[in-house]
């Protein structure tokens, strides 16, 4: 029903709100930084980041889903989730260059996945 999908739509955009300082998306930039200037320290302001992928993912399950939906909006979930974690790992590149790059493949791999289910969740509410 309308009501529900209006809800969904409230329930996504306060969760964004409620995340929107935590610097999602900035992630790249602030890992380039610090391997380009090769101070662990830098990265660990992408760690945080990664943290807060990891939390978002975990609040954005619990959110009442629409059945249309459910799918992709568990899927997407569960990508935050995954990529919060590959970006923590990526942070560990400079001292363990195997992970750190191990991780830029899952990044790539889980962030193309949640652009692809966040495309769904946005159709769905239009």
Known sequence: SQTYKSNYRNSLSKLAKNYSNSDIGRELTIIIQGYNIKDPSALYAAKSIGEAYIKFGQEMIKIPTPRSVVDAHLRA???YIKSGQAIINM???LSDP?????AILSYKKYNDELSTNLDKISIFLQ
């Open 77 to 79: 979930s569960n990508n």
């Open 91 to 93: 942070t560990k590149g």
């Open 98 to 102: 195997i992970i750190g790059m191990s």
